[in-house]
Each structure stands twice: as C-alpha cells, then as structure tokens.
C-alpha cells in the first residue's frame, strides 16, 4: 500500500473490493431492499453547498473539538462495526490502534471480535456500542466492564428491533464465519492472501457475547443465532432511563432520524444522538442523516450533542455537517476499507485524508476554528435549514431553539 495509490476514500473501497472474497465484500458494502437509503446518505451532502468566505486570515486553523466529553483531534469518531476480523486479521485492534494515533475516539460494537479489555488497553479514547437485550444481565455486565477499563461512553443503538432485509447476503452466500462451498469457492479462491489469513487465523469469535452460550458447537453461528433472539422487541425509552442511570456517564443514542426522537432522547438522559439509520442497512427509505441535522438542532437546542453518521466519505462532508449544527461525524465503511486494504496503516491513512480535505474545505471556506462553522457557511438550495438558523452562530441558533 502506498499513498500515491490511494488517494482519497473512494480509493480505498475500490481497494477493498480488489483484495475482499466478493459475499465478504457485499456483506460490508451491502444495504437493506433496493437500497436506495444506502445511496441517498452519500448524495444528500451534494443538495448543500458551500457559501465562502474570502480575504480571511487562516495561517492558523483549529479541528479540535470536544464530544461526549472528550477532546478529539477533529470533530470525527469511528463509529461502531461488527467482526472487523472479516477485513482484516488486525481485528478490531488496527482501527482502535490507528484512532489512538489520530487522536480520535474509536467506538467497539458489541459484535466486536476483540474484548472490551483489549480495546481498552489499545487506545486512549473509546465508547463502547450496546444493546438493550432480553438479557439483562448481559446488558449490565457490559456496562460494569466499561466502566472497569475506564470507557469514556456508551452508545445505544435502537434501530434494530429486528433485522434489516439484506438481500446482497442472500445472493452471494455470505455466511458467519465464512466458509468455502461450491457457490462461494472461486470468490475466496481468487483472494489468496484473504483466504489464507482464514485458514491460518480462523477465530471469528464474537469476543463479549460468546461466554453466554452455554453450548457454542462449532462456533460463532451458535452466538449468531442467541444474538437473534436476544432482540427485545419491547424495549422502550424507560429502558434508556434504566441504562442512563446504569452507566452514569456520556450516553448517546444511534439510529434515530426525527425530532420527537431526539427530544425523548434529551428527556431519558441522553448526551448525545448518533443521527443514523444504520448505515442503510435497516429501513430502506429512512432519511439521509445530513437532512435530518438542522430540524433536530432547531428541536433540542444545546441540550444534545448531534453526531451524524453515515454517507460521509470526504472532510467536506463532515464541514456541512458542522455547518449544519451538527457537532461530529462518525464514519464506519471507511475505516474498514483502510482496514481491508492496509491494516492499522490503511486506516490511519483513511483519517489522514479526512483531516487533510476537512482542513483544506476551512480554509477555502475562510474559516478558522470548526467551532465558528454556522448556517451562514452553507447555501441552501432547498429550504432545508430552518430560516431561524440562517446567518447565525450555533450558539445563537441553539439558544434561540432553546427560547432563551
């Protein structure tokens, strides 16, 4: 891997795709239905453009900014994904390694296959994804162990009740853990280093959950099928209250898209929502999150942290979406490119190039501290933003939201 090869983020998931059994690669790139979600979160950030600002001094410009608590290097987490080890033999551990480096927060999904004690000896600032389960007591040793190895956060996803209808699954006969069979064959069989890593390293292992299976047989399918029905369908924004009260620290809440939502989430003790619909792998037809950024700004004021995730793929993105009011972005698909690609140093290269664009786009926007990115900075071309929020600070917009 070299950086003259890889030049932006699209690079990297042509990369990807190159070195990627195909159900592998589908599996990760894959959405739910016809996909028109998965498109559109990437797209909507093309309806907003910019409004310049010229003959600006920016010999100095800040990225820095402070999230669940946090101080990050640039207003971006790496948000939560499931059995990294698909991509890489590095695991969960190259992304968190690499976020460590760049000075950001790594999130580890529940689905993780590397521990919450690992994660947290690999870097420094980390939040841990959970689900509320029919399994309590699973729920509550998660908590007690992130609170052990000294977690910054916990992030909720809500978004899945059920599973999303991810037909690409279906089609290329993607399977957990991967295995060869006559359908799939010559996919791995083309991929020789990819499929060698499998046959060396064949511990795909859901590293937080497997311990409650009783009887795990041949593996991690056993853990797939307990996961399933662990769902809890009658989870309500009580049980918020509930894990709030558990944890006693940062909270956010991923994969809601509404304002109601965003303010029952202020309400049961949230810190922060993570705008999402699972990376269009839920309900396909679900709103980009860059759209719904200014109707929850507008909505809860400066009681949320508003984080977006899902379609960023260019440091321009995450500046309309500061612009918008949100206060970070989080990417997934990405990093996991990088990670397929390059291990560890593919994914620091991934956030490198983020960095690099995200500071170019404030320059060229003559702007010198992300903090100061406002309504004002954007044109609005569809009457997105709310009239109240044009041409005012977010500090203005978010006490004008909150009637102060």
């Known amino acids: 891997m070299t950086s003259k090869k890889f030049i932006n983020v699209q690079d990297y998931r042509k990369g990807a795709k190159r070195v990627l059994p195909a159900p592998v690669f589908h599996y990760l790139e894959g959405g739910a239905d016809d996909e028109i979600t998965l498109r559109e979160n990437t797209a909507a950030f093309d309806r907003y453009t910019f409004d310049p600002r010229v003959l600006v001094d920016i010999e100095k410009i800040s990225l820095r900014k402070r999230v669940l608590g946090c101080d990050l290097a640039m207003p971006l987490i790496l948000s939560p994904t499931g059995m990294s080890r698909l991509f890489s033999h590095e695991r969960e551990l190259g992304a968190a390694r690499a ?38 007591g ?32 279906l089609r290329t006969g993607f399977t957990m853990p991967p295995r060869f069979s006559p359908s799939t064959f010559l996919s791995f069989a083309i991929r020789p280093e990819w ?109 949320l942290e508003i984080i977006v995730d899902g379609g960023v793929r260019r440091g321009a993105h995450i500046a ?3 612009a918008l009011g949100a206060d970070a972005c989080s990417v997934g698909r990405p990093y996991l490119w990088g990670l397929s690609v390059g291990g560890q140093a593919g994914v620091e290269h991934i956030l490198e190039i983020l960095r690099k664009e995200m500071e170019t786009t404030l320059a060229l926007l003559g702007c010198q501290d992300v903090d100061n990115l406002n309504a004002s900075h954007i044109c609005d071309v569809e009457g997105i933003v709310p009239t109240s929020m044009l041409g005012v600070s977010p500090a203005k917009a978010m006490s004008a939201a909150n009637g102060l």
């Open 99 to 136: 976020a460590r480096n760049a000075g950001l927060m790594y999130s580890l999904s529940t689905m993780g296959t590397t521990s919450i004690e690992d994660i947290a000896g690999a870097t420094d600032l980390k939040m841990f994804q959970i689900y509320i389960v029919k399994d309590r």
């Open 138 to 169: 699973l729920t509550r040793e998660h908590v007690a162990r992130c609170r052990e190895a000294g977690y910054n956060a916990i992030c909720l996803t809500v978004d899945t009740p059920v599973a999303g209808n991810r037909e690409r699954d």
């Open 195 to 303: 499929s060698l890593r499998l046959l060396t390293d064949s511990n795909f292992r859901f590293a937080n959950i497997d311990h409650r299976v009783d009887a795990i047989g041949d593996g991690v399918t056993s853990v797939i099928e307990y996961v399933n029905g662990q769902f809890d369908r009658t989870v309500t924004w009580r049980d918020v209250e509930w894990l709030a009260a558990e944890w006693g620290g940062p909270l956010a809440i991923k994969g809601l898209v509404t304002a109601d939502d965003a303010a029952a989430a202020r309400d049961a003790g949230a810190s922060a929502v993570m705008v999402s619909n699972h990376g269009g792998r839920q309900l396909d037809g679900a709103p980009a999150p860059i759209d719904c950024v200014p109707r929850i700004r507008d909505r809860v004021g400066s009681a």
């Open 320 to 322: 309309k979406a500061l």
